[in-house]
């Protein structure tokens, strides 16, 4: 039986956001199950980029989509000013490795089948509606969330 | 047998507290068995408000109980200025929706029997007592934790 | 057998950096397993003091050794001014009751046989050599972090 991989991406943050997909890509590999449950702030990352839901939307909710990233590529570093490196800087050092960046790392994760939950209350709360994200997200209650990660091998706070 | 959820609270944040707390929640009432071991910045969020204990307490400890929040409510977001997104804002969000505040939240999961602990080290050095802290907070050592958190379904460090 | 404690460092703070190698300690002490990955910023935690490798690094390379601290001490608080409490103050806060400082934890953690691993990944984007890092330090790709985590009993992602 395959080994299950459960991330709860609570951050907004460009690096975090790196380590959970490099995460989920590399459990991909392996064969794992990968389920990503994004809470909060973590549900800039799977935002659908130039997508602008105005309908049905309240003043504060326009405002908040309008000033929040719109796509897992714009997330900023978990520090503004990490030790002096920026995110223009760490993007550099990982293009002239010649690495994936971010947006890659999401698209593998979608190619491979890694399942994408969206927190309900979250989405609420945020004023979000479905179309506003990656068409696979699906959105669920954290009922769902505890059930499937208590029947996982790894899960992570993100 | 019923399932085990496992909660490290390390950051004094408002939106991870109240990530913390709803996990808490919800596996409550899923009938999982849930333990909250605060620690660090994570003991904020379990003190008692209004009560401050100068007595026994050093100069530092005394600056450091009067310059950090004393209750869950005042914790600020994990960023000043995340997105542009305030404290307030969030609140207002949430009330809007009518869901509940961070203080509905720790006020259920205390009701709904989750059991809180709090890291003897972290006790010490930031000068608190016991007195500090609600009343069902038990202050335990991190060889405790450690144990109970091996026998746990999920564990989370937030 | 014995139980098994996994932590993913991901995060350059001092104050994480404490919490991780205080469990690390703690778990050593009730005979369990330790691994720490460390990945991206968590790798600054186990550079090697006083050690500055100039060698076969592009300029953006020696930037970054440079300017980001080159020992775990060195290492900043997960807020700046978290409530006001600096990185000074809590050191003072920690001597006065005589506990143990990070680098006697790494120490601690080294001599107790805490197994260190690096992220092969961040290695390579952050231009950081073998040499730069504590010797005991093994450069390991994801994979292997994944399955060794899937073998544990606890794993928290710091």
Not at 134 to 146: F, G, R
Request: aromatic fraction near 12%; charge should be positive; charged fraction near 30%.
């Amino acid at each position: 039986m395959s080994k299950k991989l459960n991330l709860l991406v609570f951050s907004g943050d460009y690096d975090k956001a790196l380590a959970a997909l490099i995460l989920a890509n590399g459990a991909s590999e392996l064969d794992m199950e990968v389920t990503i449950f994004c809470a909060f702030w973590g549900l800039l990352m799977v935002r659908e980029e130039n997508k602008f839901q105005a309908k049905h939307k309240s003043f504060f909710e326009k405002m908040f989509s309008m000033f929040t990233p719109n796509s897992a590529e714009k997330l900023a570093l978990s520090r503004m000013n990490m030790c002096g490196v920026g995110k223009g800087m760490l993007k550099k050092m990982m293009k002239d490795k010649e690495k994936p960046m971010l947006k890659d790392f999401l698209d593998g994760a979608r190619r491979k089948g890694v399942k994408f939950y969206g927190c309900k209350l979250s989405v609420e709360v945020m004023g979000f509606k479905k179309e506003d994200f990656i068409p696979e997200l699906e959105i669920i209650e954290v009922y769902q969330y505890l059930k499937d990660a208590s029947e996982s091998d790894i899960q992570l706070f993100i």
